[in-house]
T-cell receptor, first 113, second 112 residues
Framework: SAVISQKPSRDICQRGTSLTIQCQVD?????MFWYRQQPGQSLTLIAT?????????ESGFVIDKFPISRPNLTFSTLTVSNMSPEDSSIYLC??????????FGPGTRLLVL | KQEVTQIPAALSVPEGENLVLNCSFT??????LQWFRQDPGKGLTSLLL?????REQTSGRLNASLDKSSGRSTLYIAASQPGDSATYLC???????????FGSGTRLQVQP
């Protein structure tokens, strides 16, 4: 199984600011995914991040709002830009492991005031 | 577009009961189906993975089945325990990509 860490684990931010979330995996992986879980909701895919190429965003999510970097096979960042209270969510990264089981990081809990 | 529905949304049972959680999906062209549990304030823990060619998977007291033709999966929990209290999520990967589409979850409470 893959061990995934995220930083920060939680943050409280002011509207209009940006926050960068880091995701670190203990092994090299091709595909990394970023999900959002809004309060009381299930998980929604934001984008798929492959090393060496532009991230692929899902409908409703745009690069200007959620820029993603994938500099190597063990690391990725997601930035939440120009935040508003509606961005208050848990942000999770995940990777596909052996047999295609997906493993998730512990999440970053974001509150925007 | 794949849609995933989980019933019931919430369930409360006394300890020791056997229970079934249901997951239905609209597009049978799936790559695999995965069941997760999510504890309050924590991330997701993978419970069982069923490949599209499989009918069921078992791990301890958990058994998950998959019927692609009817667009259904069930998670069976035997002899439930208070430690099983969590939200259970069903998620599918479509053929051709590995990202998951999640159901809304079943919030389970097992009373001691």
């Amino acid at each position: 199984s893959a061990v995934i860490s995220q930083k920060p684990s939680r943050d409280i931010c002011q509207r209009g600011t940006s926050l960068t979330i880091q995701c670190q995996v203990d092994s090299q992986v091709t595909m990394m995914f970023w999900y959002r879980q809004q309060p009381g909701q299930s998980l929604t895919l934001i984008a798929t991040a492959n090393q060496g190429s532009e991230a692929t965003y899902e409908s409703g999510f745009v690069i200007d709002k959620f820029p993603i970097s994938r500099p190597n096979l063990t690391f990725s960042t997601l930035t939440v830009s120009n935040m508003s209270p509606e961005d208050s969510s848990i942000y999770l990264c995940s990777v596909g492991g052996r047999g295609e089981t997906q493993y998730f990081g512990p999440g970053t809990r974001l509150l925007v005031l | 577009k794949q849609e995933v529905t989980q019933i019931p949304a919430a369930l409360s049972v006394p300890e020791g009961e056997n229970l079934v959680l249901n997951c239905s999906f609209t597009d049978s062209a799936i790559y695999n189906l995965q069941w997760f549990r999510q504890d309050p304030g924590k991330g997701l823990t993978s419970l069982l993975l069923i490949q599209s060619s499989q009918r069921e998977q078992t791990s301890g007291r958990l058994n998950a089945s998959l019927d692609k033709s009817s667009g259904r999966s069930t998670l069976y929990i035997a002899a439930s325990q208070p430690g099983d209290s969590a939200t259970y999520l069903c998620a599918l990967a479509d053929t051709g990509r590995r990202a998951l589409t999640f159901g809304s979850g079943t919030r389970l409470q097992v009373q001691p």
